[in-house]
C-alpha cells in the first residue's frame, strides 16, 4: 500500500489571503468606512446565511443563478449564501427599522458569494463595502451617493478615475416606445449592452417600428460621452419615459455641480448592465488600467416593498478586491502591511526588555518581542520577512544604556538612549528611506 | 501605459486589413506588417501599443483590459460571450456559420425532422445554444480544424463551420444545410477604457465608422 498525501487544496475561486494582502484589503476598507462615517452613515452587520426563498425576493434572474443554496436540517427549508446584500438590507429595513423615521443611512463592508463559470479564474467570494439611502426619492440623495464614491476614491488616491452615470428609466422608455416584444426585444437588449450598431440596425429592418422609435432605438448604441450626449439625447428622444428619465438625470447633474465633482462623470444613457432591482440614476465607477468596475450602484425605488414595505432607496457598493488590484503597489497601501518594532534581548533577565516594548507601544509604535533565543542575525532576517521595519537591540554589554537601533531595509544601526525613544529621532529613523 | 491605447490584432488577413483600415484614419501602424518576430510595437509619438495575439485570445486580453481594443471575428465573440463593448462591424472577413453534412446524406435529409444529432465543431456553445433553441439534442465533439474531415471518417454525421467561398466543403463532398450566422470582423472595447479614456477610443470609432460609411 502507497502512502498519499492527504488532499488539503482548496475550493476553486476562493482564497487564503495571507498577513500582506489582509493588511492592505483591511487598510482600503478602513478608508472606505471613514468616508461612509463622515456622511453619518451607520453600519449594519448582516447574516452569512438567510432563507433561499426570502433571498430570492430581492433578487434578479442572474443573482439568482449564482447563489448558493443547500438544506437547513433544522426547517427542512432551503437555505442561501447571500450573494448582494442589498436585499438583505432592504429586508431589515421592512422589518427591524419599519418604524424608524426616515431617512435610514446604512453602511455594510461583508463579503457575498457568486458561482462563477469555471476557468474564468474569478473569485466566488466577493468583498463588498457600501452604504445604502433609504427614504429618500429626492435626486439630492442620488447625488451623495455619486459624490460620495468620488470622496472615497479621492481619499484613496485615485486621480483619472471616472463614474458613469445612466439613467435605466431612459433605455426602459425607448423599448418600451418600440413596441419591440419577446424574441427582438431581447436581442435588442442584447445589442445595446453591446453597443453594436449593426445588430440594432438589423433589428429595426427586420422590425416595424414608427420613424421617431427608429430614431430613439438607433442612437441608443451611442449615448455614452461627456455632458454633450445629454443634450443629443433630449433632440433625440420624445417618449415620456426617457425624457422624464432626461430631466432627472439633469437635477442630479446640477447638484453634482455644487458639490463640485462633474470633471469625473462620463454619461451612458445605454447601458443596461444594472442590477435588475434598479429603477432610475445607476453609476459605475471605473479607474485607469482595470478592465472592471471598482463601484456600482444606483436607484431602486421598488426593493423593499418587496419585503412589505414600500420607500425610494439608493446605494453603492465597492469592489474592495478590484480596489486593491488597482491600489496595492501603492506606497501608503504597502505600508499598511509593515510592523515597526522587533525586541531583541542579550540579556538572561527580560524585565528591562519588557519594560521598552510597554513603553514603545505606549507610543503608539506596533512592537513584538522575539523571544525565541537565537542569533541577532537570524532575528533581522525574521524581522525583515515579516515586514518588520527596525530591530531594537536591547542589553547590549558594547554600547552600555544604549539600545541598538538595526533598520531591516538596508541595515543601517543608531543608537539611542530611554529619552531619544521618547524623540521624534526615533520616529525619523524608522521611517527615512521607506518610500512613505 | 495608462495614457497609451493598446490594440489586440491577430496575425494574418485581419492584421493586412486593420493596418490598412487604421491607416484611412491616419494611425499607422505599418510597422506591424514586417517580419518580425516581436509580439508588441509601440508607437510613442501617437501614445499607441499594438499587441499580436491568437484569435481566439483577443476577447480575453479585451475583457480584462489588457488591451483598450481588439479585432475579432464575430465567431469568436458568439462563442466566447465575453463581456465587452462590439461598437463596429469592420465589414471585412465575412463568411458565414453553416450546419453541414455529406451530399448523399443531404438527399434525403429533413432538417425538421432532426430530434439527436452529433455534431463535430469548433465551436461548442453556439452550437449547443442554437440547437437547444430549437429543442434539438445535440452532441457536440470538439475539434481545433480540419473540421470537413470528420464526416469523411464517420466521426460525426454533421458538422458546424465556418464557410467563406464553399470551396473546402465541395471539395470534401459536403453540402450547407442551415446558416447559423453570418461573420464579420468587429471591433471591440474594453468597458472600462471606454470610461477612462472616452475621447480618444470615441474619436477611433467614429473616424472608423465615417470611413466604413464612404467605402
Keep these: ?436 | 501605459m495608462s495614457d497609451y491605447i493598446t490594440i489586440a490584432i491577430p496575425k494574418g488577413r485581419i492584421l493586412e486589413e486593420s493596418v490598412d483600415l487604421f491607416g484611412r484614419i491616419g494611425i499607422n501602424c505599418r510597422e506591424l506588417l514586417s517580419d518580425s518576430r516581436k509580439l508588441i510595437f509601440e508607437n510613442s509619438a501617437e501614445k499607441m501599443r499594438y499587441m499580436i495575439v491568437r484569435a481566439t485570445d483577443v476577447p480575453t486580453y479585451v475583457e480584462y483590459g489588457s488591451a483598450d481594443l481588439g479585432i475579432v471575428g464575430k465567431d469568436t465573440l458568439m462563442e466566447q460571450g465575453k463581456d465587452v463593448y462590439e461598437p463596429l462591424d469592420l465589414k471585412f472577413g465575412y463568411c458565414r456559420m453553416m450546419v453541414a453534412e455529406p451530399a448523399n446524406l443531404a438527399k434525403n435529409d429533413d432538417p425538421s425532422g432532426w430530434s439527436h444529432i452529433r455534431i463535430a465543431t469548433k465551436y461548442p456553445h453556439v452550437t449547443e445554444s442554437y440547437f437547444a433553441a430549437k429543442g434539438i439534442q445535440v452532441e457536440i465533439i470538439k475539434l481545433y480544424g480540419s473540421i470537413e474531415l470528420a464526416p469523411l471518417v464517420g466521426l460525426s454525421e454533421r458538422i458546424v463551420d465556418l464557410v467563406s467561398t464553399g470551396e473546402t466543403m465541395r471539395q470534401n463532398g459536403l453540402v450547407e444545410v442551415e446558416t447559423i450566422a453570418e461573420i464579420t470582423t468587429r471591433l471591440i472595447v474594453n468597458r472600462a477604457s471606454l470610461k477612462t479614456k472616452q475621447e480618444r477610443i470615441s474619436a477611433i470609432i467614429q473616424g472608423l465608422e465615417q470611413v466604413l460609411q464612404s467605402a
Aim: charge should be negative; glycine fraction near 8%; charged fraction near 30%.
Design chain 1, 1 to 436: 500500500m502507497s502512502i498519499t498525501k492527504p488532499d488539503i487544496s482548496l475550493p476553486r475561486g476562493v482564497s487564503d489571503f495571507m498577513p500582506d494582502a489582509a493588511a492592505k484589503i483591511g487598510y482600503i476598507e478602513h478608508k472606505i468606512r471613514r468616508v461612509f462615517e463622515l456622511w453619518g452613515f451607520r453600519r449594519v452587520i448582516t447574516p452569512k446565511l438567510e432563507y433561499e426563498d426570502v433571498m430570492a425576493i430581492g433578487l434578479g434572474d442572474e443573482l439568482k443563478g449564482k447563489t448558493y443554496r443547500f438544506d437547513d436540517r433544522q426547517t427542512g427549508r432551503l437555505l442561501a449564501f447571500p450573494p448582494d446584500i442589498t436585499p438583505q438590507i432592504a429586508r431589515i429595513v421592512a422589518t427591524r427599522l419599519a418604524d424608524w423615521p426616515l431617512p435610514h443611512r446604512i453602511s455594510y463592508s461583508g463579503r457575498v458569494l457568486r458561482q462563477t463559470e469555471i476557468q474564468t479564474g474569478r473569485s466566488r467570494e466577493i468583498f463588498q463595502s457600501g452604504v445604502e439611502l433609504i427614504g429618500l426619492d429626492s435626486p439630492e440623495a442620488d447625488a451623495e451617493m455619486i459624490a460620495m464614491a468620488i470622496e472615497a476614491l479621492q481619499g484613496l488616491g485615485f486621480e483619472n478615475f471616472k463614474i458613469d452615470l445612466g439613467q435605466v428609466e431612459f433605455c426602459r422608455g425607448v423599448m418600451a416606445a418600440s413596441g419591440l416584444s419577446g424574441q427582438s426585444l431581447r436581442d435588442l437588449h442584447m445589442a445595446v449592452a453591446r453597443k453594436d450598431s449593426s445588430a440594432v440596425e438589423r433589428i429595426i429592418a427586420d422590425n416595424d417600428l414608427s420613424e421617431t422609435s427608429r430614431r430613439e432605438v438607433l442612437a441608443l448604441p451611442r449615448l455614452f460621452g461627456n455632458r454633450d450626449i445629454l443634450d443629443t439625447a433630449r433632440q433625440i428622444a420624445s417618449n415620456v419615459r426617457s425624457r422624464a428619465a432626461l430631466d432627472n438625470l439633469q437635477n442630479v447633474l446640477d447638484i453634482l455641480d455644487i458639490h463640485g465633482v462633474s470633471e469625473f462623470l462620463t454619461f451612458d444613457l445605454g447601458e443596461t448592465r444594472g442590477l435588475e432591482y434598479h429603477t432610475g440614476i445607476t453609476f459605475e465607477g471605473f479607474v485607469p488600467g482595470l478592465g472592471e468596475p471598482v463601484c456600482s450602484g444606483g436607484r431602486y425605488d421598488n426593493l423593499t416593498a418587496r419585503y412589505g414595505h414600500p420607500a425610494a432607496a439608493t446605494g453603492f457598493t465597492f469592489n474592495v478586491l478590484s480596489l486593491l488590484q488597482a491600489l496595492e503597489r501603492r506606497p501608503d497601501v504597502e505600508a499598511s502591511t509593515t510592523r515597526d518594532f522587533l525586541l531583541f534581548n542579550c540579556k538572561e533577565d527580560r524585565r528591562e526588555v519588557l519594560e521598552v516594548a510597554r513603553l514603545l507601544r505606549s507610543l503608539g509604535y506596533s512592537t513584538a518581542r522575539d523571544i525565541i533565543h537565537r542569533e541577532e542575525r537570524a532575528s533581522l532576517e525574521y524581522a525583515k520577512r515579516l515586514n518588520i521595519r527596525c530591530m531594537l537591540v536591547v542589553g547590549d554589554e558594547t554600547v552600555l544604556g544604549n539600545y541598538r537601533a538595526v533598520r531591516t531595509h538596508d541595515s543601517k544601526t543608531k543608537n539611542f538612549n530611554s529619552d531619544m525613544l521618547m524623540s521624534d529621532e526615533l520616529k525619523n529613523f524608522i521611517q527615512e528611506g521607506q518610500g512613505d
